[in-house]
């Protein structure tokens, strides 16, 4: 698999756009370019893991987790209902020692009316994470 956060889908609403614009931001591993896009408030679940509630617990997590871990995100597929959109991704795990590892994510991301998110959750499975990176993140 590459590691190009290009996305293989075209967006067809603006959260769509919004949505494809936040996941190739995480190939910048910067916490500063991907905070603005929650509201204060925001939920992020990685849903095997605890929800991070608030955008000072969503911060707590991204710094550290850069440090360890990069990301580039393919996006498959995206559909948008309301101001929810589900993404299809492989999320792709770049290691400290320079392994990769690819992750099916499936994702449900809800924006308020200023186009930020207010609730973001991932679904993946922690154990093939856990035993492909060799990290433990529960």
Known sequence: MSTNATPSVEATTEL??????????????DAD??????APD????????????????????????FQAVGLDIITTAIATT?????????????????????LPVTGAMEFDDNGLIVAWRDYFDLASVEKGTGLSFG
């Open 42 to 65: 925001a939920v992020y679940h990685n849903v095997p893991l605890a929800p991070l509630e608030g955008k000072a617990a969503i911060e707590g997590f991204l710094r550290p987790y």
């Open 82 to 102: 309301g101001r929810l959109v589900l993404s299809e991704r492989i999320d792709i795990l770049k290691l400290q020692d320079g392994r990769t590892f690819d």
């Open 16 to 29: 769509e756009k919004r949505s494809l614009e936040f996941f190739a931001a995480w190939s910048t591993s």
């Open 33 to 38: 370019a991907l905070l603005p896009y929650f």
